[in-house]
């Protein structure tokens, strides 16, 4: 199976597991995006870029969307992109679908939408999201299948809100390996200071902000340690301002999964919180640390009443946080870890080894479901229905 994956981010770390994952199962995946940051494309050997956009800029990635729009004809037929190389298109958020409804019309093939994140546009109680509504109403028509991570997302946006209609895949983000990770390692508070470990995107100036708090009043019993790409423009000055706190530390990027074990295996809490997008996107996500520390069987931390906290409380593992205020999450925080004792800890730690590891993996032969379950849609992209689609 030939999969032509439209997508926003060439370096975006999720993008790359994707493709992993796709071709593990047996597709072959051609990657076409813009990107963001470097040219450091770490994919496979067939990426074709589009050129550079920028984070918090959405209305510069529409108009280089509308652009390429203009010249994908003459693009397609430099890299030799034609109906007989492929059998699906993929398009990964809303600005690629744009893209992808284009790309069909030349191409002649099935249409595959995939929304990991729901943008705060499509959410907006004005005009702005009845424009965005529609526009996302108007694309998914030429789509046959809708990919999303959480099931939040389905029944707080795209049942109550979206005007999609599309039968629905949810596919979470979970960890994708074809080898053998390691094993959780014992874990004791007597072990020296108390280890918070923050990874993946970070992006959320609420949770840096309380994270200090606790850190300065703890003062030294309690440490962070930041694994992860930042998007720099949701903070003041990022590096700076981790810098010049003495119990907080920020490490850059991870190798994904070969670094995991050691990240998550060194801590004692694994920082689950987002407001990045609070009252929408933040309330309804399923992120992807949740499945990195539940493999290493680490207690997370997260925010009491979202949908991340109704799945985490379902499994009856981790600590809810409660609080309207930074300082009140802050002070919440503060208050456990002084009581908490070895026992009470191991107890957590007991708690998040009785979950299945296949809650926070996919393996080699869930992708070639997944694969397996593309093709499937290609050969009937009209005439797939919800019953039809399993939960993952």
Not at 3 to 30: C, F, P, S, W
Not at 298 to 324: E, F, H, M
Request: net charge neutral; aromatic share 10%; charged share 20%.
């Amino acid at each position: 199976m030939n999969i032509l994956y439209l997508v926003h981010d060439l370096n975006d770390a999720a993008v790359k597991r994707r493709v992993a994952m796709l071709e593990v199962g047996g597709a072959q995946v051609t990657v076409v995006g813009f990107y963001r940051g470097t040219v450091a494309f770490d994919i496979n050997e067939n990426v074709i870029s589009l050129g550079q956009t920028h984070d918090a800029s959405f209305i510069h990635r529409i108009k280089s969307v509308v652009k390429e729009k203009l010249t994908l004809q003459r693009r397609f037929r430099k890299h030799s992109i034609t109906h007989g190389r492929f059998d699906l298109i993929v398009a990964r958020n809303l600005d690629m679908l744009a893209l992808a409804v284009s790309a069909k019309k030349l191409l002649s093939l099935p249409l595959v939408y995939e929304c990991l994140d729901i943008h705060r546009f499509l959410i907006h109680s004005g005009m702005i999201g009845r424009v965005f509504r529609q526009l996302e109403k108007s694309l998914s028509k030429h789509a046959g299948l809708l990919i999303t991570s959480s099931q939040g997302f389905v029944e707080h946006y795209f049942k109550p809100l979206s005007l999609a209609d599309l039968p629905t895949l949810v596919l979470e983000n979970k960890v994708f390996s074809s080898k053998p990770l390691a094993t959780p390692m014992p874990k004791s508070l007597n072990d020296g200071p108390i280890i918070i470990t923050w990874n993946g995107a970070i992006r959320c100036r609420r949770s840096l902000d309380i994270l200090i708090q606790v850190t300065r009043k703890m003062a030294g019993k309690v440490q962070v340690v930041i694994h992860g790409k930042p998007a720099y423009t949701e903070f003041d000055d990022f590096l700076s301002t981790v810098a010049n706190e003495l119990y907080i530390e920020f490490l850059g990027p991870y190798v994904f999964p070969d670094d995991l074990a050691d990240i998550y295996n060194n801590a004692h809490f694994n920082w689950t919180l987002d407001f990045f997008e609070q009252g929408g996107n933040s309330e309804w996500l399923l992120p992807n640390r949740i499945y990195e520390g539940g493999l290493f069987a680490l207690p997370p931390l997260y925010r009491a009443g979202n949908y991340t906290a109704q799945v985490l409380d379902s499994l009856q593992i981790g600590y809810a946080l409660k609080g309207n205020t930074n300082k009140e999450l802050a002070d919440h925080l503060v208050t456990m870890l002084r009581g908490i004792d070895e026992a009470q800890y191991q107890s957590l730690i007991n708690a998040s080894m009785q979950v299945p590891t296949s809650r926070w993996l996919f393996d080699s032969s869930q992708a070639e479901w997944l694969v397996s379950s593309l093709q499937m849609f290609c050969q009937q992209p009209d005439s797939m229905s919800l019953s039809e689609q399993p939960q993952c």
